[in-house]
Each structure stands twice: as structure tokens, then as C-alpha cells.
């Protein structure tokens, strides 16, 4: 009997486990929000210059007056006020003696000399929103680089945290990684509430990610070890399913605390909530009988037959010390480290896998890229903002669903590359509707991110399934930091939009089909066994093709 089978015994997922996951999930899906919460904070806004002679009382945005002060530009079929430049003031001898011609206007044209444009010294911001924008006059071209920045330097954050995270778990459980990462996230999104200047906002963007990062890879390890093998696909979807409903409540939250300083207090307060699970929520038993803790896991393990009323035999207690001893046993380090760097030589070696890291790697660029991409661009299509941005995080549902049936019926590779071709087609396609037509521009926009949610849950498992075993969790690893250069870059695209509107959704939609052919190299994995050695992950997929063809004749 090993720890899988006592697990199925005390309950795939029974009253204890679902307990647990409604605890795992509300961390998930504070870190879901944590995550994008940057898409509202250093949201772009709508402005203007401010005409100090001519502004009222009220401060409207579109005064009658405007077209005489300011000049306007064409934009989505719309004419809207330049937001950095004004026409100059006339001289006061001059519009004296115009002043009885446009005696009809509160700011007449008169004033202002139409052929000579000059920089605002400040602006008037539409609407009651409060970013980091209007916080500190982050305005115009020259410092749009600011805003974009802020989304680089979180995903920068994650790309340190990650691995921190993983190494962290290791050495001091998983329940006490994800309350310090928690907690932590909590801290430090506080903190950030608090600014006093764009660097110091800038310091605790980077700090919140570093701890944020290890709220999803601590609580989804533990979340997978709390249940039964055949319960551990219900619990990853159930943990992807929190972490999309965290998206959701972000967008829901922030169309109704429009400050920043106020949404990120809302956001990251209930996060020190969480230092309680070092009472609550169980470690992981893997974990502790892997360290040697057997009475401790023998207790949970106790406690969760309890709550899921099954009583465990004597004969199955008994198994504990055995198993713990197992599976606490350290290998030989020289042995393995000798063994890993082997399999790493013939991994560099060998033509067909190195090609399939390299094409695994941009894969993984391309699907970061667009999924964060498209959550960022959500905001800026048209519509309601707020509205867009939970439609396009509450997409992803039904893509899990059909992630979990088409991934056994059409195999890995067929839908990996028809989800990457959709999502390119749409993004193309997106860019040339009329922008009149928001209901197709949204569908458009919509199925995008549908497929590019199936391609990205996907891509995990594909990675895992073809590579050796000594090297498939470090080759998983490679690939998805090489892979997190696209979220890194994804803020970057709104430059973009100053040579051309559509360019990012082009660059979207290019880079997907682009990588939606090269996935079609890629070897099926469906109903083959995970390669062990290198020579089985370059034959990996033949066996199955001819097992597939078997079961079709019979």
C-alpha cells in the first residue's frame, strides 16, 4: 500500500478536502487579483490640457469652448481634444480688440492663436477615476513608458518569485509558504496603498509579486496533495476555476472603487486573514511523512477520515512509518547529480529534443504573451472597461471545460494548435471590424482569449509529458520562465498604438498562428506512457500512434 491508495481510502474528495479547497481557493484567488490589479492602478485615463483663462467653476471636460483653446485629433472615428497640446494665448492687446466680435463666447477663438500649438503645463482628467495618472501627471507620450513599465516590473517580480516560492515549499512545507507568501502579498499591497511617489510605487509592485507569486504554486501543491489520485483533475480544475473568479472580483471591485489608494486597500486587507490557516489548514501529508514528521501526517490523515466519516482499519495506520521511511529516503546526491548531468549531455545532444525545447520555449513566449496581452488590452477595445475585463476573465470557465474533454478526445497536439490558430484568427480579425460594432469586436475579442486560456492550460501538460523523467520537472522549468519573457513584454504592446491602433492585436494574432504551425511538430502524447529516458522521449508518440491505430481496426 502506498500514500495514493490511504489517500483513496480516507476519501477522493470528501467534506475534509472541500473545507480545504474553499481555504487554498480564497488565497488563489486573492492572488488572481494581486496579479492584474496593475491594469486599474496604472490605468490610462482620458484628459486634456487645462485653459486656466477660460476653465469654470465645474471643470467640464467638453465645454462649448473647447475647439477654440485646444486642437482635436480624429480617433475611433470620433474627434477628441489632443491631450498635450493647447493653442497659444494671444497677447491681451490683441484679443481686446477681438473681444467685441466674440463677445458670445465665454473663451472665444480670439484668444488663441490656432497656428501656434505649445505644451500643457496641466491637465483636466475625465470622469471621477484616480489612477496612478492623475495621482502624479503621469501625462503624454514621454511618459507612457511609466505606466507600461509598472506591468513589466510585476511580472518581473513573479519571474523571481516563482522559482523562491518552489524552493521555499520545499524546505518549510507548503502551508507555511502560502501564509507567508499571503501575508506577505497583503503587506506589501498595503504598503504600495500608501505611496508617496511613483519610485516608492514602483518599489512595492516589484515586492508584492515576490511573495504574490508563491500563493498560487504553494496553494496548488497542497490543494493536489490533500486529495486522491483520481480527484487530483477535479482539483486542478476547481483551483483554476478560483483563480478566474479572482480576475472577475478584481474587475467587479474596481468599477466600484474607482481610487486606486481605495481598491488596493479593499483588495489586499483581507490577505492578513490568512495568517490564520497555520491553525486551520493541514500540511501537506506527502510532505511531512517526506520529512520524516509521520505522527503529524498520521494525525491529519486521522482527522480527514473523521470529518469524510470513514474509519480507517488498524492494518492501514500501521503502513504509515513504513511508507514515510520510503519515501523520506535520500538518494545518493553524487549519484544523482551525476545521473541529472548525464541525461543533460544527451538531451543537448540530441537533435530532436533540443529542437523541441527551443520550439516548447517560444510556445510558452507566445501563450504568456497573448493571454496577459489580451487581459491588458481588455480594458482599452471599447465599451465599459470594467464590464470587458470580467467577460474576458470569466471566458476562460467554459475553456476548461473544453480543455478537459478535448485534450483526451483529440489528443494534445490537434488541440494545442487549432486553440493557438483560433485565438490568431480572432485577434487579426478583431482588428478590422468597424469599431461601430462593438458586439463583434467583443465576440472577437472574446473567443481570442477563450483559446488562448485552452492553449495555456495545455501547454502544461504537453510539456511534462515530453520530456524525460530526470529532466522533465527542470526542462518544465526552463520553459516556462523562457516563457514568462512574454508576460514581461505583454505591458509593453499599448506603445504599440502610437504607430498603428491594431498593431498589438496583429502582433497577437501573428505570433499565435505563427507558433499554432510550429506546435504541429510536436509529437502526440495521447495514451503513451511518460518517456523515462531519452531515447524513449524521442520516440515518444510513435507507440501511441500504432496503439491508437490498433484500437481503431479492433
Not at 483653446?69 to 472615428?77: G, K, L, N, R, T
Not at 488663441?112 to 501625462?139: A, K, P
Amino acid at each position: 500500500m502506498d500514500l495514493d491508495e490511504i489517500l483513496d481510502e480516507v476519501g477522493h474528495f470528501g467534506k475534509f478536502q472541500a473545507i480545504n479547497y474553499l481555504l487554498v481557493g480564497f488565497a488563489i484567488l486573492l492572488s488572481a487579483a494581486f496579479s492584474l490589479s496593475y491594469v486599474f492602478t496604472a490605468g490610462d485615463l482620458e484628459y486634456r490640457c487645462r485653459i486656466p483663462e477660460c476653465e469654470g467653476e465645474e471643470d467640464l471636460f467638453r465645454p462649448d469652448w473647447l475647439q477654440n483653446a485646444v486642437p482635436f485629433e480624429e480617433s475611433d472615428y470620433q474627434a477628441r481634444p489632443v491631450r498635450c497640446l493647447r493653442f497659444a494665448p494671444r497677447n491681451i492687446s490683441t484679443f481686446l480688440a477681438e473681444i467685441y466680435t466674440y463677445n458670445d463666447s465665454a473663451c472665444p477663438s480670439g484668444m488663441f492663436d490656432r497656428n501656434n500649438e505649445i505644451q500643457c503645463q496641466s491637465w483636466l482628467y475625465n470622469g471621477e477615476e484616480i489612477t496612478i495618472v492623475n495621482e502624479w501627471n503621469i501625462t503624454c507620450d514621454e511618459n507612457e513608458w511609466k505606466l507600461t513599465l509598472v506591468g513589466t516590473v510585476n511580472n518581473v517580480g513573479q519571474f523571481i518569485g516563482f522559482p523562491l516560492a518552489g524552493l521555499v515549499s520545499d524546505r518549510v512545507g507548503r502551508r507555511t509558504t502560502l501564509v507567508t507568501a499571503t501575508v506577505g502579498a497583503g503587506v506589501m499591497g498595503l504598503v504600495r496603498s500608501m505611496a508617496w511617489s511613483y519610485e516608492a510605487f514602483l518599489v512595492f509592485e516589484f515586492l508584492d509579486p515576490v511573495f504574490a507569486s508563491g500563493i498560487y504554486t504553494a496553494g496548488f501543491v497542497l490543494s493536489m496533495e490533500l486529495v486522491g489520485p483520481r480527484a487530483r483533475v477535479l482539483g486542478g480544475t476547481l483551483i483554476s476555476f478560483f483563480y478566474c473568479f479572482g480576475e472577475a472580483v478584481l474587475g467587479g471591485i474596481a468599477s466600484w472603487l474607482q481610487n486606486w489608494r481605495h481598491l488596493l486597500r479593499v483588495l489586499y486587507a483581507p490577505a492578513l486573514l490568512c495568517i490564520t490557516y497555520h491553525w486551520f489548514l493541514p500540511e501537506s501529508v506527502r510532505w511531512l511523512m517526506a520529512m520524516g514528521k509521520t505522527e503529524e501526517a498520521r494525525n491529519i490523515i486521522l482527522r480527514a477520515a473523521k470529518r469524510n466519516g470513514v474509519l480507517l482499519s488498524n492494518d492501514t495506520l500501521s503502513k504509515f512509518e513504513m511508507i514515510s521511511m520510503a519515501e523520506g529516503k535520500p538518494e545518493n546526491p553524487e549519484t544523482e547529480a551525476k545521473s541529472t548531468k548525464e541525461v543533460l549531455k544527451q538531451v543537448l545532444r540530441s537533435k530532436i529534443l533540443l529542437v523541441r525545447v527551443i520550439n516548447c520555449s517560444f510556445c510558452w513566449v507566445t501563450i504568456t504573451f497573448v493571454f496577459f496581452g489580451l487581459s491588458l488590452t481588455s480594458v482599452s477595445v471599447g465599451g465599459n472597461k470594467f464590464t470587458n475585463f470580467i467577460l474576458v476573465a470569466l471566458i476562460e470557465l467554459p475553456a476548461y471545460v473544453v480543455f478537459y474533454f478535448a485534450m483526451d478526445r483529440f489528443g494534445r497536439k490537434s488541440t494545442l494548435s487549432a486553440s493557438l490558430i483560433l485565438s490568431g484568427i480572432s485577434s487579426i480579425s478583431f482588428a478590422f471590424v468597424p469599431t461601430d460594432m462593438d458586439w463583434l469586436r467583443m465576440l472577437l475579442f472574446l473567443l481570442g482569449k477563450f483559446s488562448i486560456t485552452i492553449s495555456f492550460t495545455v501547454v502544461y501538460v504537453y510539456t511534462t509529458e515530453m520530456f524525460p523523467t530526470e529532466l522533465r520537472h527542470s526542462l518544465l522549468g526552463v520553459c516556462a520562465m523562457v516563457g514568462r519573457i512574454g508576460s514581461m513584454v505583454a505591458p509593453q504592446t499599448p506603445l504599440l498604438e502610437r504607430y498603428l491602433e491594431s498593431l498589438p492585436l496583429f502582433l497577437f494574432g501573428g505570433m499565435s498562428m505563427l507558433s499554432g504551425v510550429f506546435s504541429l511538430s510536436f509529437p502526440e502524447t495521447l495514451n503513451s506512457k511518460l518517456p523515462d529516458t531519452v531515447i524513449e522521449a524521442e520516440n515518444i508518440g510513435k507507440k501511441a500512434l500504432r496503439t491508437s491505430q490498433r484500437i481503431r481496426h479492433i
